[in-house]
């Protein structure tokens, strides 16, 4: 499965983006997809994930709310929705996969590229 990751840019404090992950490959519904973050300075840390039919989302506490996981399988595609985004949303943003929630957590099977989004004040 290769992950391509688009959407990001630079908005205001407030703003939407919704950012997208394409996946290759025949069997991307099987997969948990995740979408996780890396601020400058900052370690990586995971934001959300769905399940593999889009029936079940997680979603660490300070973006619960505010953004949306959500996937079309037909499409092999999965969004990050972002509503209300702060400053502290600044980062680059990446997709990932793996066959289970543990798995795309801990230690993922695949990763794209990362996105950037920017958020000024």
């Known amino acids: 499965v290769q992950l391509q990751a688009s959407g990001g840019g630079l908005v205001q404090a407030g703003d939407s983006l919704r950012l997208s992950c394409a996946a290759s490959g025949p069997t991307f519904s099987s997969y948990v997809m995740g979408w996780f973050r890396q601020a400058p300075g900052k370690e990586r840390e995971f934001v959300g994930s769905i399940n593999w039919s889009g029936s079940s989302t997680r979603y660490i506490d300070s973006v619960k709310g505010r953004f949306t996981i959500s996937r079309d399988n037909a499409k092999n595609t999965v969004y990050l929705q972002m509503n209300n985004l702060k400053p502290e949303d600044t980062a680059d943003y990446y997709c990932?996969?793996?066959?289970?929630?543990?798995?795309?957590?801990?230690?993922?099977?695949?990763w794209g590229q990362g996105t950037q989004v920017t958020v000024s004040s």
């Open positions: 990932a996969a793996g066959r289970t929630l543990v798995a795309v957590i801990k230690s993922p099977d695949y």
